[in-house]
């Protein structure tokens, strides 16, 4: 009872994680920017690094609004890029400014003393030493996000399906993609500090991808998204406590793990003709 007494938080901000991000992740897949969330995730922890350089309390409420302002520049460059007659890929730009953003934290953090428990906890996260009050934080931030996004819902998703059309009917593209990716910045900023690069970008990913291999429609595809990641956090949290292993990583390989046994079923369904994607 203690054990789980333990780990009820933790599995409760699982919980919060996977309800954001596997809706954003329906956004970002259908854009086919599959890795701007670990690139806006490496600039955030990039923020952070900086802020720790600076003296800042790695977990206050100053580094958070360093590491948050990183994001928004992060958001700003990728809104400008988009477009059908862009010259270079938006995804190229993605992977560039990742690995410019993981660079500038190494450097960043060989000047720190702390640099290896820094880097470590940058890309799998502590998520078992997070606090109910950061639980409660996080919920009200993420369901703020999610109020935001569903009153705008039929723009960002005109947006996402057919930009064309969007651009047709008189919205700006670059505005537009501006409030998503800032938007999407205040999660990823809140998710890196509590789950780490790795574990955030599974979440953002892997439920979304495993939704498409049984679904089209957008409704279906969250609520299968969302069972995935709450089934996945559970196994993940019980997995981490029997076999003595750190949660955050131990959740990323269940995640893939789970998400190779949905293929297999796929593949098997459709071998037997008796598959339909829905």
Known sequence: MDALTFLAAPFVASLILTGIHAYLGVHVVERGVIFVDLSLAQIAALGTTIAVLCGIEPHGDA?????LAFTFVGAAVFSTIRGHKARIPQEAVIGITYAVASAAAILAMSKSMEQTEHL???LVGNILTVSWLEVAKTALLYGGI???HYLL?????LLTLDPSAAEAQGLSIRFWDFLFYASFG???TSSVAIAGVLLVFCYLIVPSVGAMLFAQKIGLRLAIGWTMGTLVSAL???LSLK???PTGATIVCTFGIVLILMALVR???????SFVVI
């Not at 580094?63 to 590491?67: C, I, P, T």
């Not at 593949?267 to 003709?273: D, F, H, N």
């Open 146 to 148: 999610g109020l935001f």
């Open 186 to 188: 205040f999660v990823v």
């Open 120 to 122: 470590k906890e940058m």
């Open 243 to 245: 076999l003595d292993l």
């Open 267 to 273: 593949a098997v369904l459709s071998r037997r003709g």
């Open 153 to 157: 819902r039929r723009k960002f998703l």
């Open 63 to 67: 580094a958070y609004v360093v590491s």
């Open 236 to 238: 993940g949290v019980y």
